[in-house]
């Protein structure tokens, strides 16, 4: 599971969602985290640019939530907590970090080629369908023998049977 950071002054509202992320199989860590949780929108935005990033949003505070989101944070979980929407959120929010994190990294270095923009694409769909190479070929629009050439291209020894 993930790391998290939390930065969450209310303390009951911070050790009930460690205690909900700790159920889940998450750990709580200070440092090196996978994604954080802050009740700041304007702390949140700072933290966005290097994790996936959470802010907890009451009703009034949705609108600074929806401008942190706007500036890279993933989302908001709304405040009083709900049974379930934290361990969502932060599968949701690491997924998508996952997914879009190194996209991101990968275009600030340069234009990529159309082979590694492909390989990249097929390996993400692969990891989608759990590996399974006659789904990874359906959702991809080709034969499972053309996937299976193009794995063994991109990488001869991923490319088993």
């Keep these: 599971m993930a790391n998290i950071t939390l930065y969450i002054e209310d303390m009951v509202t911070r050790m ?3 205690v909900m ?7 709580i860590v200070e440092v090196d985290a996978n994604l954080a949780i802050t009740d700041d929108p304007e702390q949140a935005v700072g933290l966005a640019k290097h994790r996936a990033t959470l802010v907890l949003a009451t009703a009034a505070r949705i609108p600074e939530s929806v401008r942190a ?3 890279g944070v993933y989302g908001y979980i709304y405040l009083p907590l709900q049974p379930g929407e934290a361990p969502l959120m ?7 970090h996952e997914a879009h994190g190194a996209d991101e990294k ?21 990891r989608r369908c759990k590996n ?12 499972r023998n053309t996937l299976w050439r193009k794995l063994k291209k991109i990488d001869p020894d991923s490319a088993i049977r």
Excluded: D, Y
């Design 21 to 27: 992320l700790e159920a889940e199989g998450h750990c």
């Design 16 to 18: 009930t969602i460690k």
């Design 90 to 96: 932060v599968r949701r929010a690491l997924e998508w």
């Design 132 to 143: 399974n190479q006659a789904r990874a070929a359906r959702a991809l629009g080709i034969g």
């Design 69 to 71: 989101m706007r500036s």
């Design 106 to 126: 990968a275009s600030e270095c340069g234009p990529q080629s159309l082979k590694a923009v492909e390989a990249r694409h097929i390996r993400e769909t692969l």
